[in-house]
């Protein structure tokens, strides 16, 4: 194998493909790239057997080749070249020569056969849908997305496609988090489920931009792919909860309220809030909104901000970096808020339609 690349095309390939690659693995080979040299390109695979992420670059392939590079000693030797510098990289039987200007750096390697490949997709339809709204539902999701929770299946996204929608769902049994955007895809089949892990969640995250994605669904595994790359991962062998029975219907009350003074008014209660049971109680008024929070020490916080409320007094408790979430999966200026009593749960939601859908559990003091 021997190519030339330029480090500023290499080095945004490797950045995405480094958090993908085990850094403890169980196998010494899944700390490596899979790296492939043919025609005009340079192909790259990680993978820590629940995830793989497949990418492609533009190279000089002066001798085709294939062989596992350190993922993590790649990417750094890398990064620390200087801008608009080439690479030529050389293989001679088990060692990788890199060459960079007056740098020179020789890598182990290890046979391109040891690396654990994806098996076929076994999609049973696909469909496209935007990168950016597909980045910003799985966002919206993964905020009350569980993490380590014995309820392995928490651990994830739900995605759910009926008709010609697509639907990412989370919950952490305390609220639930729920957005939806447009899927189009030619099939008509039953309504589909399956649970993408809490890593395939922050990994795509990351990695969605504003082109169309395909989206291919698959019994065990679910392929994402655009121009540039390919990502697949393992669903969670698990069925979900019905996730619509905790969403509330007919709530009586409902309030609106202005979502950066809700913000504020939530960071500033929080600086007396208690480490250990980060409380916060609402009290509802006609025309105001009262925030209060009190630590072990009995100091107390409370603030209040404007709210169009018509409902009778109400006041009720809820972890308050719960409620500061619900900041931040909102993009439109005011939000609403759907009550009943101090016993059940709230929903939020834009002033028009629920989507997204923020649902939050209150606590007791």
Do not use: W
């Amino acid at each position: 194998m021997k190519i030339r690349v330029e480090r500023d095309t290499l080095l945004p390939m490797l950045a995405s493909m480094v958090s993908v690659a085990d850094r403890r693995p169980i196998q010494p080979i899944l700390s490596h790239l899979l790296v492939k040299a043919e025609g005009e390109s340079l192909s790259c695979v990680a993978t820590d057997l629940e995830v793989q992420l497949y990418s492609h670059v533009a190279a000089q392939v002066e001798q085709a080749g294939a062989c596992a590079i350190p993922a993590r000693k790649l990417y750094d030797i890398c990064r620390s070249l200087a801008e608009g510098s080439q690479i030529d990289i050389s293989r001679d039987k088990e060692r990788i020569a890199l060459r960079c200007g007056s740098a020179r750096f020789h890598l182990q390697s290890l046979p391109a056969e040891q690396f654990p490949e994806s098996g076929a997709d076994d999609a049973l339809f696909s469909g496209q849908c935007s990168g950016t709204a597909l980045r910003e539902a799985l966002s919206v999701a993964a905020t009350a997305m569980a993490q380590n929770d014995a309820r392995f299946f928490l651990n994830g996204v739900l995605l759910e496609v009926a008709e010609q929608e697509l639907r990412c769902i989370a919950t952490d049994g305390h609220r639930l988090a729920r957005m939806t955007l447009p899927f189009a895809h030619a099939e008509e089949l039953p309504t589909y489920q399956g649970i993408m892990p809490r890593k395939a969640v922050l990994e795509l995250s990351r990695l969605l931009g504003e082109e169309d994605v395909e989206l291919r669904f698959g019994h065990n595994a679910i392929v994402l792919a655009n121009d540039t790359l390919q990502f697949r991962c393992k669903l969670i062998d698990a069925r979900y909860p019905d996730y619509r029975r905790v969403i509330p219907l007919g709530h009586p009350e409902r309030a609106q309220l202005d979502r950066q003074s809700l913000k504020q008014a939530l960071t500033q209660i929080n600086v007396l809030s208690s480490d250990k049971n980060p409380a916060c109680v609402l009290n509802f008024r006609t025309e105001t909104l009262g925030l209060r929070s009190r630590n072990e020490e009995q100091e107390e916080a409370e603030v209040e901000i404007p709210v169009q409320y018509s409902g009778a007094g109400l006041e009720i408790a809820f972890n308050s970096h719960y409620l500061a979430d619900s900041t931040q999966i909102f993009a439109d200026p005011e939000i609403a808020v759907q009550l009943k009593d101090n016993s059940s749960s709230v929903l939020f939601t834009p002033l028009e339609g629920d989507n997204p859908l923020y649902i939050v559990m209150p606590i007791r003091l």
